[in-house]
């Protein structure tokens, strides 16, 4: 039996980049997945025809997380199409890299409200469809190894990150007793559309490189694994945990 089979998955920024090699890796193990995105239309078609020809149904909800009242619609949707949700991965951001000192305002709160805002309310709505449905689920919050180490040009990112860090691990307490489980995965640096423009300067990319034990940037499709395996019944016991999937560079320091 397939590791995510029978069950319901849910992922937001599912257009393109982590997201989207989650939720086609959802399909592959089982899953029928319902996908969030912003703006990326074509992308989230491409996504959806991926999910199919894995064999599993698929659903794109158009919205924007910053808006609160977007992750009830997304999960209302969701249970109109499946049924049930079994499964969050709470995945959608932003990282428009700026230096500190003239930061603009709406960039911080941009960050903050699409980045955490926006995963805080995603992950209670799929919590309280959960509770309600009481057969327990499992919730995956899209972190950072920006969490954990800061970054000149992301004052405004990394906060978010270590946010979703430390929800996952109180979404946990909250939620133990529906036997809900909140996790995090800590992404080193991974190539996407989100770093393309930053990652264009070479030097700073050798310099990344460089720092990885493993010798290369990721690919949106080494996240898949871990985020499957953690939506799965073989994290039974795991709640409250964050995996670092960064090819070892966090823990590279001479
Ligand atoms: N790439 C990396 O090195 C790392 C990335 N991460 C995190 O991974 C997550 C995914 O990023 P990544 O795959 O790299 O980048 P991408 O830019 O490829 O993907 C971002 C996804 O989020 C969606 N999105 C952005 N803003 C919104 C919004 N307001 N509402 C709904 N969806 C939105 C995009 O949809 P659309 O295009 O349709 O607007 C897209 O599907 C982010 O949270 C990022 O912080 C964490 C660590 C490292
Ligand atoms: C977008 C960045 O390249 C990426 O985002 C993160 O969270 C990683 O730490 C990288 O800095």
Same mark, same amino acid.
């Given at each position: +039996? ?23 890796? /959802? ?27 894995? !064999? ?6 158009? !919205? ?23 499964? +969050? ?5 932003? *990282? ?6 003239? +930061? ?7 960050? +903050? ?9 995603? *992950? ?11 057969? !327990? ?21 990394? =906060? ?10 109180? /979404? ?9 489980? *909140? ?29 990885? =034990? ?10 898949? !694994? ?29």
């Amino acid at each position: +039996m397939k590791l995510l089979q029978g069950k319901t998955v849910l992922v937001t920024g599912g257009s393109t980049g982590i997201g989207r090699a989650a939720a086609i890796g /959802a399909a592959k193990a089982g899953a029928d997945v319902a996908i969030n995105y912003r703006s990326s239309s074509a992308e989230a078609e491409s996504c959806i025809a991926e999910i199919e020809a894995a !064999g599993q149904r698929g659903l794109a909800v158009q !919205g924007d997380v910053a808006d609160p009242a977007v992750a009830g619609e997304f999960i209302a949707k969701a249970v109109e199409g499946f049924g049930k949700v079994d499964v +969050m991965v709470s995945n959608a951001g932003i *990282c428009p890299f700026h230096s500190f000192l003239d +930061m603009p305002v709406e960039t911080v709160q941009r960050t +903050m409200n699409v980045n955490l805002l926006g995963g805080y309310f995603m *992950c209670q709505a799929a919590a309280r469809q959960m509770v309600e449905q009481g057969h !327990g689920g499992a919730i995956v919050a899209v972190s950072s190894i920006s969490a954990l180490v800061g970054g000149e040009y992301q004052t405004h990112y990394t =906060p978010t990150k270590a946010g979703l860090h430390s929800l996952m691990q109180s /979404a946990a307490i909250a939620l133990g007793k529906h036997n809900i489980r *909140c996790n995090s995965v800590l992404p080193g640096t991974i190539l996407t559309e989100i770093n393309k423009d930053d990652l264009a300067d070479m030097e700073k990319r050798a310099r990344m490189e460089a720092r990885i =034990p493993l010798g290369r940037l990721g690919a949106a499709e080494d996240l898949a !694994g871990p985020i499957v395996f953690l939506a799965s019944d073989m994290a039974s016991y795991v709640t409250g945990a964050a995996l670092l999937v960064d090819g070892g560079a966090f823990v590279n320091l001479q």
